[in-house]
T-cell receptor, first 116, second 111 residues
Framework: SAVISQKPSRDICQRGTSLTIQCQVD?????MFWYRQQPGQSLTLIAT?????????ESGFVIDKFPISRPNLTFSTLTVSNMSPEDSSIYLC?????????????FGAGSRLTVL | GNSVTQMEGPVTLSEEAFLTINCTYT??????LFWYVQYPGEGLQLLLK?????DKGSNKGFEATYRKETTSFHLEKGSVQVSDSAVYFC??????????FGKGTMLLVSP
């Protein structure tokens, strides 16, 4: 299965600043997904990123707050803009990789952000 | 909408004890069901899956059976090890790439 590298693995940020998370995959993939895992909560899909087109955002998430880039088939970035303490979460990048078509996702280790 | 409910943790067991983590779901149609595991400091990994009713997914001694009549996908292992300590997530997919996750259940196994 694909190997996903995320940077940074963790960071402490000040309120009002922005941080960009990078996701690198060791193989070409069509779709990349960004999830958020808030403390004590389940994973929530933020957006789906396809190369060459605008990301598709889920209800409750907007491009101004979470701009996403997808410049090629192995890389994507997620920016968390104008951060507040409510943005403290683990952000995970994932890709679909299952030849059987059962929608299996592979995840990166996540980026743990703490906003003060 | 789709939803997944799993038992709250932490679940604390002694080594070699029997494990059950309950998972029930709400979905239209016939979703695929998954268990993912997250070891400390690592990303989520697929543990097992089942794509249709009565399928049994199994891996590393863990098993779960897709029960459509009870909309359940409970995770079981006959004899847990300390190395099984992790957070376990139940999830469903309605047939396209989006996954809906439960809140996760932390398992702590002591020697």
């Amino acid at each position: 299965s694909a190997v996903i590298s995320q940077k940074p693995s963790r960071d402490i940020c000040q309120r009002g600043t922005s941080l960009t998370i990078q996701c690198q995959v060791d193989s070409q993939v069509t779709m990349m997904f960004w999830y958020r895992q808030q403390p004590g909560q389940s994973l929530t899909l933020i957006a789906t990123a396809n190369q060459g087109s605008e990301a598709t955002y889920e209800s409750g998430f907007v491009i101004d707050k979470f701009p996403i880039s997808r410049p090629n088939l192995t890389f994507s970035t997620l920016t968390v803009s104008n951060m507040s303490p409510e943005d403290s979460s683990i952000y995970l990048c994932s890709v679909e990789q299952d030849p059987s078509g059962a929608n299996v996702l592979t995840f990166g280790a996540g980026s743990r952000l703490t906003v003060l | 909408g789709n939803s997944v409910t799993q038992m709250e943790g932490p679940v604390t067991l002694s080594e070699e004890a029997f494990l059950t983590i309950n998972c029930t779901y709400t979905a239209t149609g016939y979703p695929s069901l998954f268990w993912y595991v997250q070891y400390p400091g690592e990303g989520l990994q697929l543990l097992l899956k089942a794509t249709k009713a009565d399928d049994k997914g199994s891996n590393k001694g863990f098993e779960a059976t897709y029960r459509k009549e009870t909309t359940s996908f409970h995770l079981e292992k006959g004899s847990v090890q300390v190395s099984d300590s992790a957070v376990y997530f139940c999830a469903l997919s309605p047939g396209y790439s989006t996954l809906t996750f439960g809140k996760g259940t932390m398992l702590l196994v002591s020697p």
